[in-house]
């Protein structure tokens, strides 16, 4: 089963893609990058919890 992204992981993924993926940890990281990456963990966590049972 493939997985599609929603629109809203689409919009997330594209604010954060341009920084490498510990851009978030970084001081000088947009305050939207933190917050999409926080937004999107948030959405892979439910993922994982809906279809593999993970918590």
């Known amino acids: ?8 992981e689409k919009k997330l ?3 954060f893609e ?3 993926e510990n851009a978030h940890l970084r ?4 305050i939207e990058a ?3 990456k926080e937004k999107f ?3 892979d ?4 919890e ?3 049972g993970f918590q």
């Open 41 to 43: 963990d948030e959405i």
């Open 13 to 15: 993924i594209s604010i």
């Open 27 to 30: 001081d000088d990281a947009p």
């Open 18 to 20: 341009p920084w490498f």
């Open 1 to 8: 089963m493939v997985r599609r992204y929603t629109e809203e």
């Open 45 to 48: 966590r439910k993922i994982d």
């Open 50 to 52: 809906n279809y593999f």
């Open 34 to 36: 933190i917050l999409a």
